[in-house]
């Protein structure tokens, strides 16, 4: 447990009185308190950092919690809790957040013990629909407990602690009762794990105990949660279904966030004294129409190289745009909307290396060189003008890699279920994968765990016939706007790729101290359709050997 360093009389960052304890994790407290500046309530949540020479640890995770907070707060407001302010002291990280109206669903289950099938039923959609759009927006919550649940009394339960996965050394932040397999034996948060976690609160409603018991130690907890079969549920009835399919080991097996929502919803819909009233994903549904509305047109610029869609309205929106406008793909960012498997994706940033194509048009052996460098690139304005892109070749068809003699050492093809195929270094894996609805618009996120780079694929049926204009018109004035250091090296470069209309965009932009270097290949596969490829390293590695053949050997294999 972490311990309270700070007494109730002084204050954190000089402003943030302490007043009572909220909920108790391992390595996490969080406590009520009041902001002395503004007189207003706030909840603090303490967190104790790993000792961290290069005090990297402390500065990313205030980045990551902060960018996570400005994105749930437009995408879901009323539903998460607000961060307002993170401060590291001694060691120790405090968020601070909007004071919320609610209880803690930990403490309601010290009280209680069990709840009635619907109301766990809601509770459990109402966490669902945030978990849901949260991985739209390319963010994982990672640990997600009945302490980072607030139940109102009028109103959808608000969820807090998005951006806090892996701010400590310990292999799991707050519960280990309820983290997932993958997650106990040190694998990365995906969105899979958040599901997990889904099924240990709803196990925990409707059993009164997680399906994991605390055993003292987080070591020993998390052994058991990867290692013993789960305890079958007695008292869950019709939450059954739900439950164990949640609760699978193999992440790949687990139930997805549809199944689901249409098990809990006939579990509440069955219940004669409340067929009749609206279920938690509609009312979060009528929430973001009414966003959509206010925000307009709107895909995710905060680094998360993703299909972004401000909750399910705007899905239909962005999807004109989803192939050429997904944001960088920020290396060692969680990004995931319906729950990546351990098999190898297509998905990253391309910079501007051509490789030899199919169809009538060669691609030069080595990118084209940028009219600036990675340290002084050239910014223009978004409305600069751009050279429309030379009359394409007929297209000709394109013929899977069969050849693996014919690849560098250590790549393999990877043929994609999508459709696509490309040789990817051996190791890369699939990361992530975003799906629009209606199946029109899709991104896949490549690269390894251990390993900064990325390349991302996406794919649209709805798209302008202009390249150019788009990284011009509607990728590049946000990347200016958001703020994190964007610089467009060069010109944007109507080109031809395998015979098709294309455009290339190279930038560089910053990320948690990092400067970043992306290339970005839109290209046509039809009248409406089309691909994006994005390759992403860091900055200083640009023009190594390896990342300039990784780079030649995606262009050159890509198959459609």
């Keep these: 447990m972490v311990k309270a360093h700070v007494s109730t009389h002084e204050l954190v960052a000089d402003r943030y009185r302490l007043l009572d304890v909220v909920h108790r994790e391992t390595n996490r407290v969080s406590w009520y308190g009041e902001d002395t500046a503004s007189e207003r309530p706030v909840v603090l949540t303490q967190i104790q950092l790993p000792p961290d020479p290069r005090e990297q640890t402390a500065r990313r995770t205030i980045a990551r919690v902060m960018r996570a907070s400005e994105i749930l707060g437009l995408v879901l407001p009323g539903r998460v809790g607000v961060v307002i302010d993170v401060v590291e002291e001694f060691g120790t990280l405090w968020t601070v957040a909007e004071w919320i109206d609610g209880t803690p669903l ?99 409603m409707a059993e009164g105990r997680p399906p994991f018991r605390d055993r003292g130690r987080p070591d020993a907890t998390l052994k058991a949660v990867d290692r013993l079969p789960l305890r079958s549920p007695v008292r869950s009835g019709p939450l059954t279904q739900a439950i164990t399919g949640l609760l699978r080991k193999n992440a790949r097996e687990r139930l997805t966030a549809p199944v689901v929502r249409d098990a809990l919803i006939r579990v509440i819909r069955e219940d004669p004294d409340t067929s009749d009233e609206p279920v938690p994903s509609a009312r979060l549904r ?102 429309s892109p030379a009359p394409s070749p007929t297209p000709t068809a394109s013929r899977p890699v069969t050849d693996a003699n014919a690849l560098p050492a250590g790549f393999r093809v990877y043929n994609a279920p999508e459709g696509f195929s ?41 798209l302008r016939a202009d390249p150019v204009a788009v990284w011009r ?47 970005g290949r839109g290209f046509l596969t039809g009248q409406n359709t089309g691909y994006s490829l994005r390759w992403t390293t860091p900055a200083a590695d640009w023009n190594d050997t390896a990342n300039r053949q990784a780079l030649n050997t995606f262009l050159r294999t890509f198959r459609e």
């Design 286 to 387: 009528d929430a973001c129409a009414g966003a959509a509305r206010r925000a307009g047109r709107t895909w995710n610029r905060r680094g998360t190289n993703k299909l972004a869609v401000a909750g399910t309205a705007l899905a239909a929106v962005t999807v004109t745009v989803a192939v050429l406008a997904t944001t960088d793909n920020l290396p060692g960012l969680d990004v995931s909307a319906s729950g990546a498997d351990t098999s190898p994706s297509v998905a990253a940033p391309v910079p501007p290396s051509a490789s030899s194509a199919g169809g009538n048009t060669a691609l030069p052996e080595q990118p084209p060189e940028p009219s600036a460098t990675a340290s002084g690139p050239v910014s223009p304005s978004p409305s600069a003008p751009a050279t």
């Design 422 to 462: 490309v040789a990817l270094p051996q190791g890369w894996k699939r990361l992530s994968e975003d799906v629009s609805p209606g199946n029109v618009a899709y991104r896949i996120v490549f690269g390894a765990d251990d390993d900064p780079r990325t390349l991302t694929v996406t794919y649209s049926e709805a």
């Design 473 to 519: 018109d509607d990728v590049q004035p946000g990347l200016i706007a958001e703020g994190i250091g964007f610089q467009r090296i060069g010109e944007i470069r109507a080109t031809n790729y395998r015979g098709r209309s294309a455009a290339d965009m190279e930038w560089t932009s910053d990320f948690e101290g990092i400067r970043i270097r992306t290339f």
């Design 106 to 204: 930990s403490e309601l289950l010290e009280r209680q013990g069990t709840f009635n099938y619907v109301r766990a039923a809601r509770i459990t959609l109402d966490v669902l629909d945030v978990l849901d759009a949260a991985h739209r927006e390319g963010i994982v919550h990672g640990e997600l407990s009945p302490g980072q649940v607030f139940v109102r009394d009028q109103g959808p339960v608000v969820v807090t602690g998005f951006g806090l996965a892996g701010a400590t050394s310990a292999s799991r932040v707050g519960a280990p009762s309820y983290a997932s397999p993958e997650q106990a034996h040190g694998g990365r948060a995906e969105p899979s794990a958040d599901l997990w976690a889904l099924g240990a609160i709803l196990y925990a």
